[in-house]
């Protein structure tokens, strides 16, 4: 069963948050690819590199579990429309 990814926020294993903005699929092999933006905002930059915190990630790498300690964890755990009322388990 292929498992879906819904467009919202998330917060990664390291207490990171992100938003998934689309699913896209590579224009040869049609691999789906999570398009997602980095929410932890750094100081402002006038590097324009800097600025782009629009990432890709394969999605098969972005649902996978990883192993965290003694715990195995999802790399990404979806979380309501406001990473500021996400709560650690």
Do not use: C
Request: aromatic letters at 14%.
């Amino acid at each position: 069963m292929q498992q879906e990814i819904k467009l919202g926020k998330y917060v990664d294993s390291k207490g990171n948050f992100f938003e998934v903005i689309a699913i896209a699929k590579h224009h040869q092999t049609f691999q789906e690819l999570v398009v997602y933006e980095d929410l932890n905002k750094e100081e402002e930059s006038d590097d324009v590199q800097e600025k782009n915190n629009y990432f890709v990630m394969e999605k098969e790498l972005f649902i996978q579990n990883i192993q965290l300690g003694d715990k195995l964890v999802p790399r990404f755990r979806f979380i309501d429309d406001d990473p500021y009322t996400y709560q650690e388990n």
